[in-house]
């Protein structure tokens, strides 16, 4: 017989302990994913990161950009369709990879077998069929100034898991003097990764980015992460040369390279049609001026864009 226990020692009921551990379970619940989330997204930051790195290292080794999969490197015909096929794999397998641990490389009809969706959710929650060409991923190709060239798309994996469609433009051109001019012509390279493959989200801002490489000389590569929602205002801020004076709209807006990587990619990424300004102020000088992008299906280019209504995409440091 066990002995009676201490006096005033108090114990809980069954019932009590199993209300207690509802709670907890409750609370649990509740809480989990939210951490998860965060812990998810923490991952994703960092390895988005360390993939941007690694691909400016890459392409700032490559002697050039421009002239893979065409006829002795030479300019080829914007409509021809054998370049058209090949060149985006080209320049993976004879100038990327390099530069670039490459482990496998997919054309257009065997995409899945290097890691890449049949679909991924833009920022506006839409599922998007994942693009196969360069006039699929937003960019407008039928102005006869913009010179882009309607290459299919190729993929490869990287040895650290990622998974990278690549759209490629033989045709690409160094920057303009002109302040005002298409930026679909001076795009080389754009790319969609999905930093852990087929096993989702699959989902634009988490698993999901574009980095776009830009000029033929003086390549620069960018990789905007940009907010959900868009800031309006019908007074644009005053600007300064880093972007960051914007006041309560954005702890960061993207440079006019960001914002010209994000107009390329506004069918994937799930942006509406607008006007977007960028916090770089145009070299010129010019009091109150700053570069912008129209989004429209009839055509994107860089603007000037002056103090007006006009909307802000805000990007994730």
């Known amino acids: 017989m066990l002995p009676p226990p201490p006096k005033g020692l108090i114990g809980f009921t069954l019932a009590e302990v199993l209300i207690t551990l509802t709670i907890i379970g409750i609370v649990a619940a509740i809480t989990l994913p939210s951490l998860l989330v965060n812990v998810n997204d923490k991952a994703w930051n960092a390895q988005r990161k360390a993939l941007y790195a690694r691909m400016s290292q890459a392409i700032g080794e490559m002697d050039s950009v421009a002239g893979y999969g065409t006829t002795n490197g030479l300019?080829?015909?914007?409509?021809?369709?054998?370049?058209?096929?090949?060149?985006?794999?080209?320049?993976?397998?004879?100038?990327?990879?390099?530069?670039?641990?490459?482990?496998?490389?997919?054309?257009?009809?065997?995409?899945?077998?290097?890691?890449?969706?049949?679909?991924?959710?833009?920022?506006?929650?839409?599922?998007?069929?994942?693009?196969?060409?360069?006039?699929?991923?937003?960019?407008?190709?039928?102005?006869?100034?913009?010179?882009?060239?309607?290459?299919?798309?190729?993929?490869?994996?990287?040895?650290?898991?990622?998974?990278?469609?690549?759209?490629?433009?033989?045709?690409?051109?160094?920057?303009?003097?002109?302040?005002?001019?298409?930026?679909?012509?001076?795009?080389?390279?754009?790319?969609?990764?999905?930093?852990?493959?087929?096993?989702?989200?699959?989902?634009?801002?988490?698993?999901?980015?574009?980095?776009?490489?830009?000029?033929?000389?003086?390549?620069?590569?960018?990789?905007?992460?940009?907010?959900?929602?868009?800031?309006?205002?019908?007074?644009v801020p005053s600007y300064s040369e880093d972007g960051n004076d914007a006041g309560s709209l954005c702890a960061r807006l993207p440079d006019r390279d960001e914002l010209a990587s994000i107009a390329i990619n506004y069918n994937v990424i799930g942006m509406s049609v607008g006007d977007y300004l960028s916090g770089s102020v145009i070299s010129s000088g010019k009091d109150g001026l700053v570069w912008g992008q129209i989004m429209r299906n009839s055509g994107l280019r860089s603007r000037l864009a002056r103090s007006k209504s006009g909307s802000v995409r805000c990007v994730k440091k």
């Open 75 to 235: 300019i080829p015909d914007k409509n021809d369709a054998n370049i058209k096929a090949s060149a985006a794999e080209a320049f993976i397998i004879d100038g990327l990879s390099k530069v670039y641990r490459i482990q496998n490389v997919c054309n257009k009809n065997n995409l899945k077998a290097c890691g890449i969706p049949s679909e991924i959710i833009t920022l506006n929650g839409n599922n998007f069929d994942f693009p196969t060409k360069v006039s699929e991923l937003g960019v407008v190709l039928t102005n006869t100034n913009n010179k882009a060239m309607d290459t299919d798309v190729a993929a490869f994996e990287t040895v650290n898991g990622e998974s990278i469609a690549l759209y490629y433009n033989p045709l690409c051109e160094s920057d303009h003097p002109n302040e005002d001019h298409y930026m679909g012509q001076v795009f080389c390279a754009n790319m969609i990764y999905d930093l852990n493959g087929l096993k989702g989200p699959n989902e634009i801002g988490k698993d999901v980015g574009v980095m776009t490489v830009f000029y033929r000389t003086n390549s620069v590569v960018v990789a905007p992460n940009p907010f959900p929602s868009n800031a309006s205002t019908s007074t």
